[in-house]
């Protein structure tokens, strides 16, 4: 014989049995998003290196190479320390390091293209600590036969800002000095060259990206390149030249380019 719950008990006992699937599944997250103890992440990471070792054995080693375990550690934790997804993402990482010719990039190599100004890593850290990367848009003009070189010059400056690390420290800081920003510097390629530079090769490096003074002509370009920045797009924030000097820098470690 079925039994028929009053509509308060029966109310009561629905609300628990959500409450105890909501536990549940949140419980599911939190085992699946928890990071490993220090023995587990041991494992992941020797387990990478075998897989690497197994399945690209081509690939080069030593700093950077496929039994860079501080390497193989980090993109593991960018993956979630899914070993599949890891193993994927650094296979590609080293490879590009290795075509492009990461580690032969110099003061020397990229001079030509330094001189221009276009970007450089600021000699002093934010008031957070992190490295700055400063990149003047106006004196940038994609018309010009130098794209290799500007994307030389990118990459040299994005492991220039990483050896300037503080310990303790993991993220850089990207400003882009938007002022005197014209149609002749509008460069979607470039832009969205970079995000995919940090997002595929320099995970998780990127803290913030400020685009200061953003005249209203950018918003045209912004609008295109927001939906291939993917995750990144949520670090930009649109500022102004104050608030670079007021909230990321002091008197003393402020760029020359804002003090005007």
């Known amino acids: ?20 699937k909501s536990v549940i599944r949140s419980t599911k997250i939190f085992i699946r998003n928890r990071a490993p103890d220090f023995d587990d992440s041991r494992k992941l990471v020797l387990e990478v290196k075998e897989k690497l070792e197994k399945n690209y054995h081509d690939l080069p080693v030593g700093e950077y190479g496929r039994d860079d375990e501080e390497m193989i550690l980090w993109y593991l934790k960018d993956r979630r320390f899914s070993v599949e997804e890891a193993c994927g993402k650094l296979t590609k990482a080293i490879r590009w390091r290795q075509d492009f010719g990461v580690s032969k990039l110099s003061e020397a190599s990229v001079k030509r293209m330094a001189k221009t100004g276009k970007a450089f890593v600021h000699d002093s850290l934010d008031v957070f600590g992190r490295p700055v990367l400063i990149v003047v848009a106006k004196k940038h003009n994609p018309a ?11 990459v040299f400056l994005i492991e220039k800002a990483l050896n300037k690390l503080p310990a303790g420290r993991e993220e850089i800081l990207g400003i882009f000095d938007l002022r005197g ?46 939906p291939l920045l993917k995750s990144y797009a949520s670090l930009v924030k649109f500022c102004s030249m104050d608030t670079v000097r007021k909230d990321y820098f ?7 380019i804002f003090r005007k």
């Open 1 to 20: 014989m079925a039994v028929r719950l009053s509509h308060p008990l029966r109310n009561t006992l629905i609300t628990q049995l959500k409450f105890n």
């Open 144 to 154: 010009m036969p130098d794209v290799t070189e500007t994307e030389r010059l990118c």
């Open 181 to 226: 920003f014209g149609t002749e510097n509008a460069d979607l390629k470039f832009l969205t060259f970079l995000f995919d530079v940090f997002y595929y090769y320099y995970p998780r490096r990127l803290g913030q990206v400020l685009f200061v003074d953003a005249p209203f002509i950018f918003q045209p370009l912004w609008q295109l390149a927001k």
């Open 250 to 256: 002091t008197e003393e470690t402020l760029p020359a």
